[in-house]
């Protein structure tokens, strides 16, 4: 079985970088804005600058909404589409491709090891990472070229309306961010399974994102919490990490009745003497998921949500 | 004669006894027995079909990884020798992480790759190291190893590097090593190809021992020097290449375990080979252990934890024999 | 037994000149052969050519009237033991065990050493003077306590004849006369012996016959007393030497002084 358990920053490889072109009278209000943004650091805050705190403890301070803005996660490209902010991206990493309207949004590489010269080429006046050991020098050296950074962490459901509101304020689309936000939120709490609802209804699922060592899904993860709010009961619940490895002797204690895998069949397992230990495996109990509503949170995880719970109740109903 | 082995058969039972009994799930020594004698019992499945065909599997890799690293040291008169020398290493990585990033399905997909890496870069490693005449040059061969794992590790990293985080990790973990695949099958596979090997290599034992003393004394002792050789690399290029398809690549018990055996008895190769076989895979076996119970239900890689364990005993065993 | 070179011409791969050129010599059952000359001069080669280490480009090598390499190599080490120059090992071995390794081409390999491999051993171990440093670890041998136990291993083979290359070069001269001695002994109880040497003296008190080898050809051979001449040792070695006679009726070599400034 070779199967991919997206995290909250999937990766993928795609084709090199497109380059676009800018008129030489936007790089002169560029050029403005930018030594106005410098001018306002040190100043106690003027009036009109925008100031935020992202994931990372910092303070942000914008002296306008930010009109070019290059993301490299994917979740908060697929965000400032979905906030109205989809003109203001002016770079994503190779990875995101959601909406399909941002394929048309230049590529500048790598997001979780990015490409300081790459960002730049896209002159931006803000830059969206993810907080991460690999992220932690393209912020010093964007902040030393004055470039705003906004560091975030896109790793739970709570996160989307969230940073949904962050990127709102930092674009000038408040509204198109409180939108989304309060559509997420009731149309999640819509679609999830009462976490009071009878076991006999809440099937224990063993989420499995590699076989060869065995590597389930733990709490650190939003696919734990769409699984929850499926109606369904992850077995490894109790493991704080995203991800981790575990023996297969703990899979075959823990009992799941329903083997999930996001993107990839993994019914080869009941052909390995080892995993037909497992009952589940051994009954051919295998839930298979596609799309990339289920790399990271986003403000289609209801919809991810709905459709966990349909493939879960299809399993119940043929067993 | 029996009194010098007597130690070792005890750290052997040991250790498979520690298997048995140990971990990720808590089992009593009464659930355990009843286990291995009532194959209905609740705890069999555990016992019988993952724990025992484990220990039995870690004991065969273990002591294969043991004896390879004994026979290369001997082969090419250095003691920093270890399994992976002739190039295995990044052979091996290099055909499992091709596997997983091309998205491998077949359940041996990746394990076969490996193995086809690995003797693809032996074949490479031992044909740069052919000197005139159809010789083996240690000494290049040595350099060759080195270069070609060198190469075949960046391609490795250059893909690993390109390819999506998940498949990143994955890679990674394969890399580092883990009795997971343990299974009765596996075992017998593993069992009935690596006697071979095996054979050939101790019934090679006094050659090694010769060889130990140069080529050229070595062939005025009588032995066959360049049959050997080539024996030696065939022999320890098949049975890595199965360890590492099987439970991908754990370090520091080739390159360690015949150290430990040598300080012990001496480094004449009869009792070398086989001692090395049951420590080599004594320890495999409780470095399993303890990767599976030390963080348990998180099951460490195994070659963390030979690392872990195998250095400090290795740092202590060397102090002692300087003193 | 017979070892003898005939015509023998060799060079080391890779290189175009002639180590030998054109070498005959012959080393029976109960002579001891000694081969002299300067540094350079093809001695160690020369040994290397007789054992069928490196292959002649002209003439050949006979061992008991067949070509050296047709010899199965466990039977050629039953027959002839060799000692060489050097040799070093990265895992340190008893001596007791170094020197039943000149039994191994007697064992096969399963067998354990019998009796009789022991008591072998025992007698190499005590005629080389070395039978108290028997369980000692060869890496704390002094260089000539080493060369001795290689000696002794080359005596467990059981040979028809030895291949000594410098065999007293570490060692003082008690133990050189006393190596010699042994030699000598042996050499009457019928074993034949090769000796490569540098030291011309001892050489030519113990030897049957000499050769002398100038940049891979014989310059001389025969007795003593027919291959040290000053006149034939003064060309070959680039140096004026005096030649007297032992007791013994055996030449003595004695390099002249030549002042402060040389030659």
New interface residues.
Partial sequence: ??C????G?????SSPPEDGRLSLRRSWIFTFLLLGTLSACGHPAASGTISLVDDAGDTVRLSHPAERVVSLIPATTELLFAIGAGPEVVGRTR?DDWPPSAASVPSVGDG?EPSVEAILSRRPDLVVLYRGAGTADAVARLHALGVPTLVVRTDRLADVPRIARLLGTATGHATGADSVAARFTRALDSVSVEPSAPPALRPSVLLL??D????TIGAGSFLDELVARAGGRNV?H??AAA????????I???DPDVVLTFG??SS??A????W??VRAVRLGHFVVVHGSEFSQPSPRSPQAVAELRQALLRWERSR | MMRRWLPLVVVAVIAALAGLAF???RLSPGEVLRALFDASAASA??VR???A?RVVLGFLIGGSLAVCGAAL??LV???LADPYLLGLSGGAGLGAVIA?AA?????W??PVAAFIGTVAAVALVYRLGL???GRIDTRALLLAGVVVSGFAGAIMTAIIV??????L??AF??LLG?L???????VAVMAAYAVLPLLLL?????DL??L???E??A??????VEPVKRQVVVATALLTAAAVAVSGMIGFVGLVVPHIV?LAR???HRGLLPAAFILGGAMLVLSDVLA?TVL??????VGVVTALVGVPLFAILLRRSLA | MILEARGVSARY??SARLVLDAVDIRVAAGELVAVVGPNGSGKTSLT?AL?G?IPPVGGTVLLDGVSIREWD??A???A???V?QR????????VA?AVM??R??R?G?LETPRPEDHAVVRQALERCDVWEFRQRPVDTLSGGEWQRVRMA?ALA?GPGLLVLDEPSAALDIGHEMQQFELISDLVAAGIGALVVSHHLNVAARFATSLVLLSTGRIAAHGAAGDVLRPDILGDVFGWPVSVSVAPDGRPQVLPLRQGRSGR
């Avoid at chain 1, 920053?9 to 490889?13: C, D, G, M, S």
């Avoid at chain 2, 390109?162 to 498949?167: G, H, K, N, T």
């Avoid at chain 2, 348990?296 to 890689?301: G, K, M, N």
């Fill in positions: 079985m070779a991919s358990a997206p995290s920053a999937a990766v993928r490889p990875f979780l994102a590699w060869d060592p065995p590597l490894f109790d493991i991800s981790a490895p575990v023996s297969l002797e703990a075959v204690a823990r990839a069949d080869t397992l052909t390995r003497p080892e037909r230990t | 971990g990720a799930v499945p555990i079909d993952l724990r065909p040291q001997a008169r250095n003691p997983i998205g491998a399905t077949g359940a997909s990746v000197a005139a005449g390109l390819s999506p985080a998940e498949q990790r994955d973990l394969w883990g997971g695949r343990a299974s009765w099958r596996s101790a019934r090679r034992a006094r021992d010769l130990s003393l140069g050229e004394s062939g005025h002792l009588g032995a066959d040598r001496g480094p004449l599976r348990a239900p998180v099951e460490l890689p | 791969p890779g290397r054992l280490t190599r466990r050629l080490a039953r002839v033991g060799v060489a040799e070093e090992t990265p895992f340190p071995i008893r065990e390794m000149g191994y081409a064992l390999p291993r083979q």
